[in-house]
């Protein structure tokens, strides 16, 4: 069963950058398209960004111009650079494929200080 592995959350100032990676158990990412996620406790999580095998780029209006998604297939690993964070970008962070089918992993948390 795939898994995926998600790493460099952390607390930044606002203003700040982070950059978040996943990395996934197997050879997933040639056949899936890939996003980002992000959820608030007591709220549904939402997609922030994806990106797909032909690297068709997709960004929420929150995040467009200040978050970049990329992968590097060989390393099986998905990135989300996060420049400019708000306090509203605090979140936990998954990884997941788009849409969502695959089993999710723990999470990374995000918290953007004012």
């Known amino acids: 069963q795939v898994q995926l592995v998600e790493s460099g959350g952390g607390f930044v100032q606002a203003g700040g950058s982070l950059r978040l990676s996943c990395a996934a158990s197997a050879n997933i990412l040639s056949f899936y398209a890939m996003g980002w996620y992000r959820q608030i406790p007591g709220k549904q999580r939402e997609l922030v960004a994806a990106?797909?095998?032909?690297?068709?780029?997709y960004y929420a209006d929150s995040v467009k111009g200040r978050f970049t998604i990329s992968r590097d297939n060989a390393k099986n690993t998905v990135y989300l650079q996060m420049n400019i964070l708000k306090p509203e970008d605090t979140a936990m962070y998954y990884c997941n494929a788009r849409p969502a089918t695959l089993p999710w992993g723990q999470g990374t948390q995000v918290t953007v200080s004012s």
């Open positions: 990106i797909n095998s032909g690297g068709i780029i």
